[in-house]
């Protein structure tokens, strides 16, 4: 298994507002470093939805199983994952343990199917702390934002997914 490094980040201008994603990976093959980064900014989203998108994107822009070392500043999308909160609101019909619905439930599914895909480290950074991929990313949100080419529609935040379709 190829051994990748990602780092990601998202935002929005106001949340919920004018939103984008980014992420960083590098990887090794034969000595040689392989780079691959992207953003993509959204007309009207949520904070939580863009850090998602970034983890996911960067997962699916994977063409095999890796060893990956992920960096977020997100503890939402961190915790979700690794204290197997997203695992259980799906088991329990998208049910939080609250007994209030789970949001974001389209985007918490496909990650759950793409982290079962690699073996994951995860790692928490603080945001603005000088993480240089973190910085990067964070760059690049704002430069999606500030250029605002190519915006899409955050299909699922203006119509959000019901439980039915996520089991």
């Known amino acids: ?17 004018l ?22 900014c959204y007309k009207l989203t949520t904070n939580n939805r863009m850090e998602l998108m970034a983890v996911i994107f960067a997962l699916k822009s994977l ?52 982290v079962a895909k690699h073996k994951i480290t995860w790692h928490w950074v603080k945001g603005h702390s000088g993480n240089a991929g973190n910085e990067l990313c964070d760059l690049m949100c704002n430069q999606a934002m500030d250029e605002a080419k190519n915006v899409k529609v955050d299909e699922y935040y203006i119509s959000p997914a019901k439980p039915a379709d996520f089991k």
Not at 1 to 14: A, E, F, K, L, Y
Request: aromatic share 10%.
């Open 19 to 40: 939103g984008s994603w980014a992420f960083v990976l590098e990887t090794k093959v034969n000595g040689k470093v392989y780079k691959k980064q992207a953003s993509q």
């Open 63 to 114: 063409t095999q199983p890796c060893h990956v070392d992920f960096h977020s500043d997100s503890k939402y999308v961190i915790d979700g994952i690794q204290k197997n909160w997203a695992v259980n609101w799906k088991k329990k019909g998208w049910i939080k343990s609250d007994k209030k619905p789970a949001v974001n439930i389209d985007l918490w599914h496909e990650l759950i199917l793409e």
């Open 1 to 17: 298994m190829h051994q990748v490094v990602i780092h990601t980040d998202g935002g929005c201008r106001q949340n919920p507002g």
